[in-house]
């Protein structure tokens, strides 16, 4: 999780036109008298163990019940959205350029590193699809899901708000996302749909009656929602 801040890490200072710094030592700085941590961005850091998630977790639950996915994609939306407006203005003043009109998949993985950096898990996103309206996201080693394990069903709304919002920015169109595969079902990794919202409904309730990501591949790649 992060924070803007005015600060700079030390190898920002030294070269700041550097673009490889994604290594761990340059992307963050750590002030062990100050007790921050500083990434690359600008953003003060922080860290929270395992616990901490499945406070918020089952503290949401035993406060809203069944409501509590809803409200932790609220959330993940919220967080997307905000981190889309915050991406564009570090983007684009480091690489000098029109955040959309850079290639694709070299914005992506630019905005999802320092996720990946932070334990949030790696990603490989699906763009095959993308002229038809929706796309795969596929979350290697997810925090959520780790933290909970088989739990067998779905738990990494926060993700799939995350995913909406961040991407509604990116294309000013209003996007909905939804987990249709998770580690905690007993997969090897999470799998995301993201799309508009009919696709959306239409795959939770594939879902619930007891379709699998692939079925739910295949239906919409045969074209059964235009």
Known sequence: ???TLSHQTSAK????????????????????????IVDWNNSQNILTSEDFIIGLVEGLEEEVGDASAATMYTIGCEWGQKDA????????????RPMRQTNLMF??????????AQGWGRWEVDLGDRKQGFMFINVFDSAVARTLGDVGKPVCFL?????????TELVKKQLSCIEIQCYSMGETYCKFLLGGQERIDAASFWL????????IEKRLRAGELK
């Open 1 to 3: 999780m992060s924070f």
């Open 13 to 36: 200072l030294k070269n700041p036109k550097k673009h490889n710094h994604y290594g761990f030592r340059d992307f963050y700085q750590f002030d062990p008298e100050k007790g921050t």
């Open 85 to 96: 407006f915050f991406f564009e203005k570090w983007f684009e003043k480091e690489y000098d």
């Open 107 to 116: 914005l992506l993985e630019t905005w999802w590193w320092s996720f990946t």
């Open 159 to 167: 993700y799939a708000g995350l995913f909406a919002g961040f991407f």
């Open 208 to 215: 619930n009656e007891g379709a699998t990501a692939r079925d």
